[in-house]
């Protein structure tokens, strides 16, 4: 006897509102939920595969800043000091936070795992929003290709494994601006309600503040944008005071908190500019005596030369950079004109409030597209930091040919990824009229030269794990040796060790920090430099560090164990205690 249908089965008419097809799939508009889904899906299915690739080949701790980075988070709760002032006076603490609840487990702070998690929910977010802000400009198929170009970049996807800050700055660049093009609309629509956006806007300013020093100046940027879009229209801005308010002190909040962070912890508000780990300080001790500053130095045009070039390499493969920027800026160009011709036809509107012209009709967005500008803050940025902040940026590409802080140029790749793409979208619409074919097969083109591009960067190396894999060679053999050596010693005995520089050697070997007497507690570090041998029962001295000092000036009752010296490397010299007794 056949079984009746369910009486619960949903109507097909109810079905088919659910799910019907978007009648006007070309239209220039916000993105939906249904067509998020499967840029999220992918982007996590990409992320996933780039993690297996770089867990199979070992990449994910070649960069010493993931390292230490791995190590800040780490020492926050193992060390024989714990607490906020671990978080150190340059590094901002963002991605040290979000490390904390994966860097608890011992045997992820090992492997990199707990850096790896993090940035790869970033590369996603990053992703989504993305392609939000790109539907914000774009048809469907347009923002597609942007949205391919950025999310598959070899040099993004790698980075997503590792414990850099690059994947969550990027976020948060995109979501600032996405939400800042939004909340201007609404100011332009005269909507009433505009708190929430104010607030979330704030908080992801303080967040770009908390990561990377270029976040002050987009928050700073973003907070003046908001501002005179409201002080235009007194009735929004008494309504929004409280959360304009909010969103106000939520954004000095940031930079004051941290500046009275390095004046308690360092006695200095601006030991993060000047102190000894400062990029000024880490520049004067890695030149050599009598050596010229980089390249660059007090020179706005070198460094546009380098900031630009590190970014074409970072973004395309082969020498395709010059056709991605020259295409970008020629986008640029077009945002620019584009919102311009808008606000001229606006400004000629009738006394019945019709505006004279199509323009108004045929273009879905008004001034509100400058917005996407904030995405070339990061160019002014590297540009003043490399002429006037000691930040210099090697690629193999430009004299002196060497890698160094080659992953900075990833920050202008949603730029060259959205504005590429607007400008081949306006080829397109001028090329329907006389070459429709040519304008048919102009995105399917796009499409498959990025995917080569992927493909081709991948095969030759992608210029940041290039870099990471060269200035690798030499440090990690160098901590596995150590690691070796500490593998052997007593368990749970104190080594006095200055981990700042190889904090992965204790990484490799599964030490917890705590074990460790080291320069992130000032009384018990200096009161073993003082008696070595009475404090400690090993004593690792690399180098010249300050344990090295410590052992030529106090070397009774040290027997001397092993020399570890390897290419490249200062050697350590590991001693052993011949009077310590356990406290």
């Known amino acids: 006897m056949a079984r009746p249908k369910s009486s619960t089965s949903k109507p097909a008419s109810y079905r088919s509102s659910r799910y019907k097809p978007d009648p006007f799939p070309n239209l220039i508009r916000p993105a939906t939920r249904e067509e998020t889904m499967p840029v999220a899906l992918a982007a996590t299915v990409l992320a996933f595969v780039a993690l297996l690739v770089c867990v199979s080949k070992g990449y994910l701790l070649l960069y010493g800043d993931a390292v230490a980075h791995l190590g800040i988070a780490r020492r926050i709760i193992d060390t024989r000091n714990p607490g ?32 790896a998690f993090p940035s790869m929910l970033f590369y996603m977010l990053g992703v989504v929003g993305f392609y939000r802000l790109c539907r914000r400009l774009l048809v469907p198929r347009w923002a597609f290709a942007a949205t391919c170009f950025y999310a598959l970049n070899p040099n993004l996807l790698y980075l997503a494994t590792t414990a850099m800050t690059e994947p969550l700055f990027l976020a948060l660049l995109i979501w600032m601006t996405l939400l800042t093009l939004e909340t201007v609309a609404a100011i332009r629509a005269k909507q009433a309600k505009l708190g929430g956006k104010l607030i979330v806007i704030g908080l992801l300013i303080l967040a770009a503040v908390y990561t990377r020093y270029d976040g002050w100046i987009l928050g700073a940027v973003v907070w003046l944008i908001l501002t005179w879009q409201l002080s235009r229209d007194r009735d929004l801005l008494r309504r929004n005071m409280g959360a304009f308010a909010l969103f106000t002190l939520i954004t000095i909040f940031g930079p004051i908190s941290w500046l009275v962070f390095n004046a308690h912890y360092f006695h200095d508000p601006l030991d993060f500019m000047r102190g000894p780990y400062s990029a000024y300080a880490i520049d004067l001790r890695t030149k050599a005596p009598g050596a010229q500053h980089h390249r660059g130095w007090h020179n706005p045009g070198w460094s546009l030369l380098f900031y630009t070039r590190t970014a074409q390499v970072d973004s395309t493969a082969w020498e395709f950079g010059f056709v991605t920027m020259t295409a970008a800026l020629a986008g640029l160009v077009l ?14 509107v009738t006394r019945d409030g019709a505006l004279h012209g199509l323009l108004g009709e045929s273009q879905p967005y008004g001034r509100e597209v400058l917005m996407t500008l904030l995405l070339w803050l990061p160019l002014p940025f590297y540009m003043y930091s490399i002429s006037w902040g000691s930040v210099p940026i090697f690629i193999p590409n430009l004299w002196p040919h060497a890698y160094y802080n080659s992953r900075y140029g990833m920050e202008l790749l949603p730029a060259l990824a959205l504005f590429s793409v607007f400008a081949l979208a306006a080829l397109e619409a001028r090329l329907t009229a006389t070459k429709p074919l040519v304008a048919r097969l102009l995105q399917p083109i796009t499409l498959a030269l990025v995917a080569v591009s992927a493909v081709v960067m991948t095969y030759k190396v992608p210029l940041v794990l290039a870099e990471a894999l060269n200035n690798s060679k030499t440090r990690i053999p160098f901590e596995e040796s150590i690691a070796r050596e500490l593998g052997t010693f007593q368990a749970g005995v104190p080594i006095l060790m200055y981990e700042s520089d190889h904090v992965g050697a204790l990484q490799m070997a599964k030490i917890p920090l705590k074990q460790t007497i080291n320069e992130t507690d000032y009384d018990s570090f200096h009161a073993a430099l003082a008696s070595p041998a009475q404090h400690a029962a090993y004593v690792v001295a690399i180098g010249d560090d300050q344990v090295a000092k410590a052992v030529a000036e106090h070397p009774e009752n040290l027997n001397e164990l092993v020399v570890l010296c390897t290419y490249g490397q200062s050697c350590a010299r590991v001693y052993q205690s011949e009077i310590y007794k356990p406290q």
């Open 335 to 348: 945002v620019v004109r584009r919102a311009a011709a808008f606000m001229r036809e606006a400004a000629m």
């Open 84 to 115: 906020l002032e671990q978080f150190g006076g340059v590094w901002l603490p963002l991605p040290h936070l979000v490390m904390l609840p994966f860097v608890q487990r011992i045997d992820w702070w090992q492997n990199g795992l707990a850096g």
